[in-house]
């Protein structure tokens, strides 16, 4: 099969903190992660269709004339798509979920013939391809007929696909696509080859129905992965999708409910919770920052990671939920990631191994080091306080050891959009946040001679940010000090008569760095919302948003954009970058700005009610990562931060 490239933007996730999976609203799973939700990942390619007249027709085959109906089933992470076509007298309604605690996913088929007058007598087939562990070589295909599944495996991975209903026909390996197409699936049982196929009878009368319930059994054995598709198949759907509904159910009953009485908000505040929930690691309690999508790094540098910046924003909005058990183990996982130096690198996989990097980002560290402080103010766990405190000291002391004498800023490491190396404000501001967050746990351990030593090194950065980063001209903070630039910009710069400078390194390189970067950007609301270099009245915050709002929002569809001149997938407005400013309008009091911002990322949710990374700036429909964690924690934090503001929102 000449594979489709999959496609970055996705509709749906479904999992269970050890699966993880991601659909389209046709029903077709693009991509499954276990036994962690970062990685590895395991499809290539699973479809599903009927035969009909000869030939198969493919459910998710728009071209071919099929429609779906895709929604999550309220209050759960159980997605339903429902595929009809005018062509084809039968319809389907596929419905999709992790169960809890298990090793295993679930896919019912509802078949209905939508005919009154003639029968339908035919076969289901399902075709599924593996790349097992990101590896398109030395994958098996076998037919276990003591378990009448078909089989995936490669080391210490085993995929069984298998039903309660006793299939007709398989082929592992062979060309099985090929043969899929030509109707003669020919019972080869072991290929070294990463595809295979199975197919089962089904008997329509007009208007009646059948049903198939396809498992997707895990194990890191063939008798372990059988023993699991064993299970699967003791109980019928039924049971399992109660027990699905009702673990959803009771998760959220755990969680501080929605404050806001609005049916949209409630949906989308829940169904935040329920993706944070997934985006959790139920074995290391690392947090992600999205599901990958582009494992090849074609357009971006991927996203199944563990950012420290992020989710120190996402365990918070855990907190503030309800969900602190989630943030706690979140937290316990950050230790096993931290370097012996006392710093946190860019983003970590879940067992807290260093992922693909680009260098050093000093606000990730200092981020969960303010997220630790706020945990603990939250919940008062002396014992998570304690748990800490080894890496605090540390964290703190890398912190310190990371100032420039010359400006008083931490010393140049990259933005928190990892585009560019200087002396970023609002890197400056983390590292604020983590210092006073640090002295705050040391005065919790009595220990007076850090906590002034710690607040005095903060006190001196927010004095070196006011005293050195203002831009007049432009009525807002600059983004950053000594930003490194190419030869050719320095140059430029320089016939402007702007400040610059360069300087060779230890071995030989020259470096060129602006002095002043005076681009306007989202994050310098970092500095007020969350980590309290400034009050949201004081002036210079104050000019600064009103500047951040009046250059960056996209004209053609609202919504705020990172900084002026994005071009990162074209400069969108970001769902996380606009309730980045509802959360200072708060803050500042200025409710009817801070309303018509959260509408706007309210109204921009995708069609299953998650949240995206980005809005396209044209047409207003998702443009980039859906869901993206981030996006997520925000909202949560917008809803409950406009409730304690005493705001009702006319949403």
């Known amino acids: ?124 087939v399902l075709y599924s391809s593996f790349r097992i562990a990101e590896n398109q070589l030395y994958n098996s295909t076998m037919f276990d007929e003591n378990r009448d599944a078909l089989a995936h495996f490669r080391r210490e991975y085993f995929f069984m ?79 399992w999708l109660e027990a699905t509904t009702s673990y959803w159910h009771s998760f959220l009953a755990g969680t501080v409910p929605c404050p806001i009485d609005n049916e949209a908000v409630r949906r989308l505040y829940e169904r935040s919770l329920l993706t944070m929930k997934l985006m959790s690691d139920e074995q290391t309690g690392t947090v992600i920052a999205a599901p990958e999508f582009d494992e090849h790094f074609s357009r971006c540098g991927g996203y199944a990671y563990s950012w420290g910046r992020d989710a120190a924003f996402i365990a918070t909005a855990m907190d503030r939920s309800g969900l602190t058990s989630l943030s706690e183990k979140f937290y316990d996982w950050s230790l096993s990631a931290q370097d012996k130096d006392g710093s946190w690198q860019q983003r970590h996989y879940h067992d807290g191994r260093l992922a693909p990097s680009w260098g050093l980002q000093i606000d990730e560290g200092a981020s969960l080091l303010w997220g630790m402080w706020q945990h603990f103010e939250r919940t008062g766990n002396t014992e998570f306080a304690a748990r800490m405190w080894p890496a605090v000291q540390a964290g703190a002391g890398f912190l310190l050891s990371f100032i420039d004498p010359e400006t008083g800023l931490p010393l140049p490491s990259k933005d928190l959009w990892e585009e560019r190396t200087a002396e970023h404000v609002y890197s400056a501001a983390a590292v604020f946040g983590g210092l006073k967050a640090s002295a705050a746990f040391a005065a919790h351990h009595g220990d007076k001679a850090l906590t002034e030593k710690w607040d005095a090194a903060a006190e001196a950065i927010r004095s070196s940010l006011l005293r050195s980063c203002w831009n007049e001209e432009k009525q807002s903070f600059y983004r950053g000090l000594k930003l490194q630039v190419s030869e050719e910009a320095y140059s430029e710069a320089a016939a402007q008569s702007l400040p610059v400078r360069s ?57 705020i954009k990172r900084y002026e001149n994005d071009h990162y997938i074209g400069g969108n407005p970001w769902i996380l970058t606009t309730l980045w400013l509802c959360h200072y309008r708060i803050s500042q009091g ?49 809803v409950h931060m406009l409730t304690e503001s005493g705001a009702k929102p006319a949403v």
């Open 1 to 124: 099969m000449n594979h489709e490239n999959k496609p970055y933007v996705i509709d749906a996730v479904i999992g269970n903190s050890k699966f993880l999976a991601s659909l389209g609203s046709n029903g077709r799973m693009y991509r499954m992660w276990w036994p962690n939700i970062d990685f590895p990942q395991h499809v290539d390619v699973i479809r599903s269709g009927i035969r009909l007249g000869g030939a198969v027709t493919w459910f998710d085959d728009e071209e071919d004339g099929w429609k779906q109906d895709a929604a999550y089933t309220d209050r759960t992470n159980i997605i339903e798509v429902s595929s009809y076509s005018e062509r084809y007298p039968v319809s389907v309604k596929l419905t999709t979920f992790a169960v809890p605690g298990e090793d295993f996913i679930v896919r019912h088929y509802a078949f209905t013939n939508t005919s009154s007058e003639s029968a339908i007598d035919s076969e289901f």
């Open 161 to 239: 696909l298998g039903s309660s209903n006793v299939c007709t026909k398989f082929q592992a390996g062979g060309s099985a696509w090929e043969k899929v197409l030509e109707g003669q699936l020919n019972g080869n049982e072991i290929d070294m080859a990463g595809d295979g196929a199975m197919s089962w009878n089904i008997q329509l009368p007009p208007g009646g129905s059948s049903d198939i319930t396809v498992y997707i059994a895990a194990g890191h054995s063939r008798e372990e992965a059988g023993e699991v598709l064993a299970r699967a198949k003791t109980k019928g759907i039924e049971n």
């Open 503 to 559: 300087c060779t390194t230890s071995k030989g390189y020259v470096r060129y760095e602006l002095f002043y970067d005076p681009i306007v950007d989202i994050s310098l609301i970092g500095l007020s919302v969350p980590f309290g270099v400034l009050p949201a009245d004081d002036p210079r915050m104050e000019k600064t948003a009103d500047t951040i709002e009046r250059l960056l929002t996209v004209e053609t569809v609202n919504g």
């Open 590 to 638: 200025n409710i009817e700005s801070a309303e018509r911002l959260f509408k706007w990322a309210l109204d921009h949710q995708t069609r299953l009610g998650l949240l995206p990374e980005q809005v396209d700036k044209s047409s207003g429909d998702t443009a980039w990562v859906v869901p993206l964690t981030w996006s997520h924690a925000m909202f949560v934090l917008a």
